[in-house]
């Protein structure tokens, strides 16, 4: 599964921005979703979204503001990130994966995709 994302750049903090993954190929699996890694931090778990139905899963720090979105027939995912802080900047990378959802462990979302994009840049200025 190749996945290629678009959309990313630079905003004002408190603005928005939309960034887009789309599978070249048709994507079967059970979800796709967004992590993002800012400089000097591990990688974390953003949002995702069950391919089978409306299940959505979001981290702590992004929920209420993102809104993550798919359109199977288009084989894509989205992320739209509103109210945006600085905190958000970081490269944005699109994952798959054929069999397993994001799981809650209590504090966090554990999720282990198999599939990932190039990554994406977004930054907020100040």
């Known amino acids: 599964v190749q996945l290629v994302e678009s959309g990313g750049g630079l905003v004002q903090a408190g603005g928005s921005l939309r960034i887009s993954c789309t599978s070249v190929r048709a994507f079967t699996g059970t979800a796709m979703g967004w992590f993002r890694q800012a400089p000097g931090k591990e990688r974390e778990f953003v949002a995702a979204?069950?391919?089978?139905?409306?299940?959505?899963y979001y981290s702590d720090a992004v929920r209420g503001r993102f809104i993550v979105s798919k359109d199977t027939a288009k084989n894509s995912v989205y992320l739209q990130m509103n109210n945006l802080r600085v905190e958000d900047t970081a490269v944005y990378y699109c994952?798959?994966?054929?069999?397993?959802?994001?799981?809650?462990?209590?504090?966090?979302?554990?999720?282990?995709?198999?599939?990932w994009g190039q990554g994406i840049q977004v930054t907020v200025s100040s």
């Open positions: 994952a798959a994966d054929e069999e397993a959802l994001p799981r809650y462990t209590g504090s966090y979302y554990l999720w282990r995709p198999d599939h």
């Open positions: 979204k069950s391919w089978r139905d409306d299940t959505y």
